[in-house]
């Protein structure tokens, strides 16, 4: 099972997107059996952002003064994210 959670800090992607959490929950269902996680609980947190602020993040936690597509964090390490 998994467990998602969508955020939204930039007003653009309602226009784009009407229901988030709807839209990637069945993304998520499409995914082929082995990596929907039938038998585990797993949790995905989303931030739906805007190339300036996701450059601010990739230069903190990456070191890289760029935007990107994709950053992901394990759940394990704690970090602590500011704009």
């Known amino acids: ?4 959670n969508v955020f939204s800090e930039e007003k653009a992607w309602s226009k ?3 229901n988030k959490n ?3 929950k069945k993304i998520c269902r499409g995914f082929p059996k082995r990596y ?3 038998n585990k609980k797993v949790s995905l947190s989303i931030l ?3 190339n ?3 450059k601010k993040l990739n230069k903190n936690f990456r070191k890289k003064n760029k935007s990107t597509d994709i ?3 394990p759940l394990y390490k704690k970090n ?3 704009k």
């Open 22 to 24: 709807l839209f990637f």
């Open 36 to 38: 929907q996680f039938l």
């Open 52 to 54: 300036q602020n996701i």
């Open 80 to 82: 602590k994210i500011s």
């Open 16 to 18: 784009r997107i009407k």
């Open 1 to 4: 099972m998994i467990n998602l």
């Open 71 to 73: 950053l992901s964090f």
């Open 48 to 50: 739906l952002s805007n």
